[in-house]
């Protein structure tokens, strides 16, 4: 959600001045990962760093940086700890760096890595943990000894900054549509791809950065540079998913992920036909189809969630089963 953040500052920092909350360390079981954020002005919060007890410490000493200008480190206790117990039970601990970000040399900065991001460039971002000192973007992360105590922050926090990862949607109709919804959600940029002017329109895509009417093989140049690129095969039928899939394996294009929708049937005939075609076996081993996890999804609506919890367990590393089975593993 970098992209989102940073993009929020561009809209604020010319109106207001704006607290920018980043969890810089965390250790144990908490609820956000080193890197999130959370935006506070005077009267609104954008984002959350994990909500709770927790949160809402920080919401408080926000308002005084807001007012003060002098940033602050903040020490969330989640271990449950009686004399702490009040903060949250997730059993780790996190600390978040509070900075005020005002003016124009802050907006130039926001507007950069907005820019930058945008373009499909990562970039590193040094935040000095001292007062009076701002952020800066730096050509690479400086080495910093590991601290001596694990909850003692460096003297500068530094992090990488990726674009978002961009969800091609090859199909725009009913389940593209509600796909293009979740996805954006859960921070995807979002491209589609059909030939239908009547679908594929800002109007049925208004989260789209981009919409492709060409054929699949004429956008290819498109999507070489893309470094994080999920593609999703969700097209009215058969012939499309053939055409695509096939431009798409021969000529090797990067995927994280490649997905088709469709019965068990249909899937095989895909397979049987792109195996005519010469491409080897090996490669469709790597299609996820039919697409999406098995959650017993009928509508669009409901298969899109199905399609971006696939999307987000590949991208996070997860196992797409309940997360009550740990649980009920460690009680049996």
């Known amino acids: 959600m970098s992209l989102e953040c940073f993009r929020q500052l561009t809209q604020l920092l010319p109106h207001t001045p704006a607290v920018l909350a980043t969890v810089i360390h965390v250790k144990g079981s908490v609820p956000r990962e080193a890197g999130a954020k959370m935006i506070l002005t005077l009267d609104r919060i954008f984002f959350t760093i994990g909500g709770g007890a927790g949160e809402g410490k920080v919401i408080q000493q926000a308002k005084t940086v807001l007012e003060t200008g002098e ?8 271990t449950g700890s009686p004399n702490q117990l009040q903060e949250g039970i997730c059993g780790g601990k996190m600390q978040i760096w509070l900075q005020r970000w005002q003016g124009s040399e802050s907006l130039t900065l926001a507007q950069q890595i907005v820019d930058l991001l945008q373009s499909g460039h990562s970039l590193t971002l040094t935040t000095p943990l001292f007062p009076h000192q701002s952020p800066y973007l730096t050509s690479a992360p400086p080495l910093i000894p590991p601290s001596p105590h694990p909850l003692t922050p460096p003297p ?24 293009a919804k979740v996805a954006h959600l859960t921070g995807f940029q979002i491209w589609v791809q059909d030939d239908r002017p009547d679908w594929a329109n800002p109007d049925r895509y208004p989260q789209a950065n981009q919409i492709f009417r060409e054929p699949i093989a004429q956008i290819l140049d498109r999507l070489q540079p893309q470094s994080q690129l999920y593609v999703a095969l969700v097209t009215r039928g058969y012939r499309f998913d053939l055409e695509a899939l096939t431009v798409l394996l021969q000529k090797q294009i990067p995927c994280c992920y490649l997905g088709m929708i469709g019965s068990e049937k249909r899937v095989r005939q895909v397979y049987q036909a792109i195996e005519q075609t010469g491409i080897e076996a090996a490669k469709l081993k790597t ?7 098995d959650i017993g999804a ?14 987000i367990m590949v991208r996070r590393g997860g196992s797409g089963r309940s997360l009550s089975c740990r649980l009920l593993r460690r009680h049996n």
Not at 71 to 78: A, C, K, T, Y
Not at 298 to 311: F, K, N, Q
């Open 71 to 78: 940033p602050q480190l903040v020490q969330i206790d989640l």
């Open 156 to 179: 500068t926090y530094t992090e990488t900054l990726h674009p978002p990862p961009t969800l091609l949607i090859i199909g725009a109709g009913h389940v593209g549509e509600q796909l």
């Open 287 to 293: 299609l996820y189809a039919p697409i999406g996890l």
């Open 298 to 311: 009928l509508t669009p609506e409901e298969i899109a969630v199905s399609i971006v919890a696939e999307l």
